[in-house]
C-alpha cells in the first residue's frame, strides 16, 4: 500500500487546487471522510476548544495524542498544525517533525510566530535556520512526509508583503515542500505570493473578512485551500446560540436546525454516502 506520506505529496503534484479541511475530533473527521475529502489537516484552536482549553496552551503530549486519533480515525492523510512546534530552537523543530512522523503523520505545519504577543516574529535567521532543520528531519525520515511553512506576519499585524514574501522564498530555499502565509485577504495578494513561489502555496479560507472559491483561488496559483479553526468555530457558535436561546428565552426552536439523528449516526454506521 502506498504510504499516507507519499499519498499526501501526489496531491500536491497532481494538476488542480484541492481542499483539505480542518476536523478537530474523531467524529468531524470521520464525516469529512465520507464526504469525499482526500486529506485532512488538524486544527490546534479547534483541538484546544475541544479540550476546554485556549490555543497555545495544548501540552505537548496532548498535541500528539490528539494528531494520533485524527490519524487513527480515517484512511486519509493528515497533516498537522503542529503550530511553532515544541520550542524555540532548530532542534526542537527538527524533534518536532520526527515525533510527528512517528504517529503517522503525513505532513505538518511549522510556524514562524514566537508565542510571545510583545515579540510575535522569530528573528528571520532563526525562523529559517528552523526551517531548514526541520527540512533536513525529514529528508532522515523512513517515509514521505509533507512540510510546510508558515509565515504569520499578517496575523500578528506585520501587514508587510515584501518580508512576507522573503520570509516564504526563504523557507522555500530551506527545504519547505508547501508555503503558507494565513490572513492574505484579497486576489491580488495571494496571486503575488503565490508567483514569487515555486512550490505549492496553502491558503486559509474562513478568517473574517472576504473569501473565494476554489476556482478564483486555482485561477490566483493556490495549491491548497484549508478552513482552519472556521468549522470549529461554526460547530460552537451553534451550539452557544442554543445554549444562549435556551438560558435567555427558555426556548429549544435550535432543534429546527439540529440534523436529523438518522442523518448524523449514517455517517457512523456506513448508511450516509456525502
Not at 470521520?30 to 496552551?57: C, N, Q
Not at 512550490?199 to 472559491?213: A, D, H, Q, R, W
Amino acid at each position: 500500500m502506498e504510504h499516507k506520506g507519499a499519498a499526501f505529496r501526489r496531491l500536491h503534484e497532481q494538476p488542480g487546487t484541492f481542499i483539505i479541511p480542518n476536523p478537530w475530533d474523531i467524529g468531524t473527521a470521520r464525516i469529512l471522510a465520507v464526504m469525499g475529502f482526500e486529506a485532512l489537516a488538524t486544527t490546534s484552536a479547534g483541538m484546544a476548544f475541544s479540550l476546554g482549553l485556549a490555543e497555545g496552551a495544548v501540552p505537548r503530549e496532548a498535541t500528539l495524542a490528539h494528531c494520533r486519533d485524527i490519524v487513527a480515525a480515517t484512511p486519509l492523510p493528515v497533516s498537522a498544525d503542529l503550530e511553532k512546534g515544541f520550542g524555540d530552537s532548530p532542534e526542537s523543530a527538527a524533534e518536532t517533525i520526527r515525533a510527528a512522523a512517528d504517529i503517522g503523520l503525513a505532513g505538518g505545519s511549522l510556524e514562524d510566530h514566537t508565542g510571545r504577543p510583545d515579540d510575535p516574529i522569530y528573528d528571520f535567521a532563526l525562523a529559517v535556520e528552523r526551517i531548514a532543520a526541520a527540512a533536513q528531519a525529514r529528508n532522515a525520515l523512513p517515509h514521505d512526509f509533507v512540510l510546510t511553512a508558515r509565515c504569520e506576519n499578517f496575523l500578528w499585524g506585520r501587514r508587510d508583503l515584501d518580508d512576507t514574501l522573503k520570509r516564504l522564498q526563504a523557507y522555500e530555499r530551506a527545504g519547505a515542500d508547501v508555503l503558507y502565509a494565513p490572513g492574505l485577504h484579497d486576489l491580488e495578494t495571494i496571486r503575488a505570493v503565490c508567483s514569487a513561489l515555486t512550490k505549492p502555496v496553502n491558503i486559509v479560507m474562513g478568517l473574517p473578512g472576504t473569501t473565494f472559491g476554489v476556482a478564483e483561488l486555482a485561477d490566483a496559483g493556490v495549491k491548497r485551500i484549508s478552513v482552519g479553526s472556521a468549522l470549529a468555530r461554526l460547530a460552537y457558535g451553534a451550539f452557544v446560540d442554543a445554549a444562549r436561546e435556551m438560558r435567555t428565552q427558555g426556548t429549544f426552536r435550535f432543534s429546527e436546525k439540529a440534523m436529523g439523528f438518522a442523518e448524523l449516526q449514517g455517517f457512523f454506521t456506513g448508511n450516509t454516502k456525502g
